[in-house]
């Protein structure tokens, strides 16, 4: 009798502990006994649907709401970040679009690859087009009093091409864009700074990685240098010494902070992949800005959204303005949304005494997000 009463009373917990399980996402989406962390991405979450009687009747209320539940489910970012880790560590597999696991864990963007196979080369007539354009542009800007400089960031599949997996390996190195651009750039005198060339030639030499193993930018430690080749470079031109930064000291972490784990955070797994030893300068800034001091306008990706948060627009750059994929404009005098497309073009080129437009090699089949095109057009016109 006692062993009946012992597997009776064991049936029971089990059916009550299923049961409860089933419900604790529905009893923690409404009350939220317990702090969750959220997901890392760029999404956005629908928010909960309002009824009327035209969207009830056309079944789109009743899809809202489904949509609304699976996505604010209780308990649901650990149960993602659990799938996650499962394709992870399994199949070596990840759910984060457009990223692709590489040899050793070392994570790409599969932009990066495709630049460096040359999969997602443009053509030399085009690339040829658009460097007369923008050479037009160079030269009116200069007469302007402007000056118009390139910049080539790094590309972590040209820098990294080892760690890349061997079934890319079939499409064979063909003809690459940044090739392309750097051949034009030399034919027709564009003012440029090959830091995509530079940064692999120093990969032997640097004490520590421009690049980290679970980060898709410059690590903390390659911005520095970019940072001050660019300060060095606009210096030289402008026969003006503007403000750079001063290297205190270096901290050294196996765990990336400052962005250096990008796409590892992207993932959102349970465990954090682990680095390679990484290092975090830490500087000051040589002196305030001063009035006359050259304003700075940057052009480009996300690869300046690091030395925006650096504050280099601000301190080093004269508070200049950088337009993120020449969409939106940021500055520390906005304190809402502006768009590039609603400003005047030639009169907010003429507040700068710099133009400079950065992007890296998988941004290179997009050159200029549409910034050269529309500067050229803008001044090409006849009065």
Request: charged share 20%.
């Amino acid at each position: 009798m006692s062993e009946q009463r012992t597997y009776k009373r064991l049936k029971q917990v089990l059916f009550f502990g299923i049961i409860g399980a089933l419900f604790m996402p529905m009893v923690q989406h409404k009350f939220r006994f317990t702090a969750e962390k959220p997901l890392i991405g760029s999404y956005v979450l629908s928010e909960k649907p309002k009824i009327t009687l035209e969207n009830w009747f056309s079944g789109k209320y009743q899809q809202a709401q489904d949509t609304y539940i699976t996505e604010h489910a209780g308990y649901r970012p650990g149960w993602v970040r659990l799938y996650n880790q499962w394709n992870y560590s399994l199949f070596n597999e990840t759910n984060a679009s457009g990223v692709i696991v590489g040899k050793e864990n070392y994570l790409y963007e599969e932009g990066y690859i495709k630049a460096y196979y040359g999969i997602d080369f443009i053509g030399d007539e085009k690339i040829k087009q658009i460097t007369q354009q923008l050479k037009f542009v160079q030269d009116t800007l200069k007469k302007k009093g402007i000056d118009f400089v390139v910049v080539f960031a790094p590309g972590k599949g040209s820098y990294y091409p080892e760690y890349i997996p061997d079934y890319y390996k079939h499409v064979g190195i063909g003809k690459t864009n940044y090739e392309a651009f750097n051949n034009c750039f030399k034919q027709q005198a564009i003012n440029y700074i090959d830091m995509h060339s530079w940064f692999k030639s120093m990969k032997k030499t640097t004490k520590y990685p421009l690049f980290s193993k679970t980060g898709i930018h410059w690590s903390a430690y390659g911005q520095y240098f970019a940072v001050d080749s660019l300060t060095k470079y606009i210096s030289s031109i402008r026969n003006y010494q503007i403000p750079y930064f001063v290297l205190d000291t270096i901290v050294e972490s196996t765990k990336p902070i400052l962005g250096d784990d990008d796409i590892g955070l992207g993932m959102n797994l349970f465990f954090q992949i682990p680095d390679i030893k990484l290092a975090y300068p830490k500087f000051h800034t040589n002196r305030k800005p001063k009035k006359d001091d050259p304003k700075i306008l940057v052009i480009g990706d996300s690869f300046y959204w690091s030395l925006f948060n650096s504050h280099v627009s601000a301190d080093l750059f004269n508070n200049g303005e950088f337009w993120y994929y020449n969409e939106q404009v940021y500055s520390a005098s906005y304190s809402k949304e502006v768009l590039v497309k609603n400003q005047n073009l030639k009169q907010k080129l003429l507040e700068n005494q710099v133009v400079v437009l950065l992007l890296t090699d998988s941004n290179l089949h997009r050159f200029g997000f549409g910034f050269v095109e529309q500067a050229y057009n803008s001044y090409s016109k006849k009065k």
